[in-house]
């Protein structure tokens, strides 16, 4: 096929079945290039729902393989890939399944895609070494609470209205949700230690002290976070937190008291 010079009606007519083949679009041996033209916009389709369902399988598994590939299809015909590489397809894809009538009754799909795209995007952060227990330890006691932390590329907080990590924790240790009540709201803490992806649903108190550290407030501040929703809170269940994460990468500031 020569070259089309129409590019715009090219990339249209490759995600639309109902498109005609654009004028310039010619068969090598003359006559049209429509057939040519559906053979090559199938292998893009369905190269592109694989790319999906690899980044998405928890999502998938939910909604089982043909509503998922439907659904699919219909999301990269309105959101076409902006990037040559797979692995950066699919941010708009839980907003995407948000929008669909089934998100009524499966509430946690769109947060279940949400975790399951931040683990890749964490998978493929910068590699740099976590922040190590013994650079905190060396330190004296009374400087501890001024210190602020450089947070780790393949770090992520995400505030789920649902319990859709544990619901990707248990697609992935293959335990069936039988019985399982995924309503209850989740904050999950998307980190990469020792190279593998992990996620960490955090309990009350937990939350906020890692939020406020992602924002760049001091651990003192992010202890007061903490204390402010669980007055339980264990400032040595925060230090432990925030070095066996591995959310953090090194002190980034620290401040006179």
């Given at each position: 096929?020569?070259?089309?010079?129409?590019?715009?009606?090219?990339?249209?007519?490759?995600?639309?079945?109902?498109?005609?083949a654009?004028?310039?679009?010619?068969h090598?041996?003359?006559?049209?290039?429509?057939s040519?033209?559906a053979v090559?916009?199938?292998?893009?389709t369905?190269?592109l729902?694989?790319?999906?369902?690899d980044?998405?399988?928890?999502?998938a598994d939910l909604?089982?393989?043909r509503?998922?590939?439907?659904?699919?299809?219909?999301?990269?015909?309105?959101?076409?890939?902006v990037?040559?590489v797979?692995?950066?397809?699919?941010?708009?894809?839980?907003?995407f399944?948000q929008?669909?009538p089934?998100s009524?009754?499966?509430?946690?799909?769109?947060?279940?895609?949400r975790?399951?795209?931040?683990?890749?995007?964490?998978?493929?952060?910068?590699?740099?070494?976590?922040?190590?227990?013994?650079?905190?330890?060396?330190?004296?006691?009374?400087?501890?609470?001024?210190?602020?932390?450089a947070?780790?590329?393949a770090?992520?907080?995400?505030?789920?209205?649902?319990?859709?990590?544990?619901?990707?924790?248990?697609?992935?240790?293959?335990?069936?949700?039988?019985?399982?009540?995924?309503?209850?709201?989740?904050?999950?803490?998307?980190?990469?230690?020792?190279?593998d992806?992990a996620?960490?649903v955090?309990a009350t108190?937990?939350?906020?002290f890692?939020?406020?550290l992602?924002?760049?407030?001091?651990?003192?501040?992010?202890?007061?976070?903490?204390?402010?929703v669980?007055?339980?809170?264990?400032?040595?269940?925060?230090?432990?937190?925030?070095?066996?994460?591995?959310?953090?990468?090194?002190?980034?500031?620290?401040?006179?008291?």
């Amino acid at each position: 096929m020569d070259r089309p010079q129409d590019t715009g009606s090219f990339a249209a007519a490759l995600l639309d079945p109902t498109a005609t083949a654009p004028d310039s679009l010619k068969h090598p041996f003359g006559g049209a290039a429509a057939s040519r033209l559906a053979v090559y916009r199938n292998n893009v389709t369905v190269v592109l729902a694989g790319a999906l369902s690899d980044i998405f399988p928890a999502t998938a598994d939910l909604l089982g393989a043909r509503t998922f590939s439907a659904i699919a299809r219909d999301f990269i015909r309105a959101n076409p890939p902006v990037s040559p590489v797979l692995a950066d397809y699919g941010h708009d894809f839980p907003a995407f399944l948000q929008h669909l009538p089934l998100s009524s009754s499966l509430f946690f799909l769109a947060d279940v895609a949400r975790v399951e795209r931040e683990m890749l995007t964490a998978f493929h952060a910068a590699d740099r070494q976590a922040l190590a227990a013994a650079t905190l330890t060396a330190l004296a006691p009374e400087a501890l609470g001024s210190l602020r932390l450089a947070t780790h590329p393949a770090t992520a907080l995400l505030s789920l209205s649902s319990s859709a990590a544990t619901i990707v924790q248990r697609f992935r240790q293959g335990i069936p949700l039988d019985g399982f009540d995924p309503s209850p709201p989740e904050t999950v803490l998307v980190t990469r230690p020792a190279l593998d992806v992990a996620l960490d649903v955090l309990a009350t108190g937990a939350a906020p002290f890692i939020a406020t550290l992602l924002q760049g407030e001091s651990i003192a501040e992010a202890l007061a976070a903490a204390l402010d929703v669980d007055a339980d809170f264990e400032p040595a269940t925060g230090f432990s937190l925030l070095l066996s994460s591995g959310a953090f990468a090194a002190i980034k500031q620290e401040t006179q008291s």
